[in-house]
Structure formats: structure tokens, C-alpha cells
């Protein structure tokens, strides 16, 4: 098993900028593909991005290409989510995830396809 927890949330005008946290306990953090999703109020959780085990494929959401980076440090068993140039409408509480199971793809898009979840850190973007 595997506890996530995501640091780095706050305030941020848009345009700014804030870089997520999440540090995962235990010694097979290198075994996990993770992901970061977000829930807006009012609305179902949806993916933003993930990445493969040991850092070399990502996937995206296309609401954050190119302003959002996923990367991870395995030997601090920590995954990180850079995000850039960001708008009032990226405003939600962000969580990471981490999944156990077997895959050939890092693109994993669904919750369901998790199996363990920090306890989110809540992100606001003032216009």
C-alpha cells in the first residue's frame, strides 16, 4: 500500500504560476504509474496528467498542454505538477494518484483506474 500526500496548493493570479506536491510513502514508489486529477465544485473529478514509472512517457489533458508539467523523483518518492500560465478556470482541489496495477500505457484517464488517492490540495486562480 501506498499514502499520498499533496503539498504546494494556494492562491495564484492568472498568469502565475504554483508547483504541486506529492510525496507517496513506502519503498515501491518507482513501481507506481501516477497521475493528478482535479474537482472543480460542482463537477466530477477529471484527469489533468500522468506519467510512467520512472518519468519517460507523459500524457496530458488537453485543457493543460503546454502549460502544465508532470514530472517525478523517485528516489524522493515524490511526483510533481508544474503548472504555468494558469486561468481562473484551472481553480479546483488537486489530487494525486497512484496506480498499482499492471499497465502498457501511461494513458490512464479515469479515476476508476487509480487505486490510491492523496487527500487533495485546493488550488485558486484569481482573474
Known amino acids: 500500500q501506498v499514502q499520498l500526500v499533496e503539498s504546494g496548493g494556494g492562491l495564484a493570479q492568472a498568469g502565475g504560476s504554483l508547483r504541486l506536491s506529492c510525496a507517496a510513502s513506502g519503498r515501491t514508489f518507482s513501481s507506481y504509474i501516477m497521475g493528478w486529477f482535479r474537482q472543480a465544485p460542482g463537477k466530477e473529478r477529471e484527469f489533468v496528467a500522468a506519467?510512467?514509472?520512472?518519468?519517460?512517457?507523459?500524457y496530458y489533458a488537453d485543457s493543460v498542454k503546454g502549460r502544465f508539467t508532470i514530472s517525478r523523483d523517485n528516489a524522493k518518492n515524490t511526483v510533481y505538477l508544474q503548472m504555468n500560465s494558469l486561468k481562473p478556470e484551472d481553480t479546483a482541489d488537486y489530487y494525486c494518484?497512484?496506480?498499482?496495477?499492471?499497465?502498457?500505457?501511461?494513458?490512464?484517464?479515469?479515476?476508476?483506474?487509480?487505486?490510491?488517492w492523496g487527500q487533495g490540495t485546493q488550488v485558486t486562480v484569481s482573474s
Open positions: 506519467l510512467s514509472k520512472f518519468g519517460e512517457y507523459t
Open positions: 494518484a497512484a496506480r498499482s496495477r499492471y499497465s502498457s500505457t501511461v494513458e490512464r484517464i479515469t479515476p476508476r483506474e487509480y487505486d490510491y
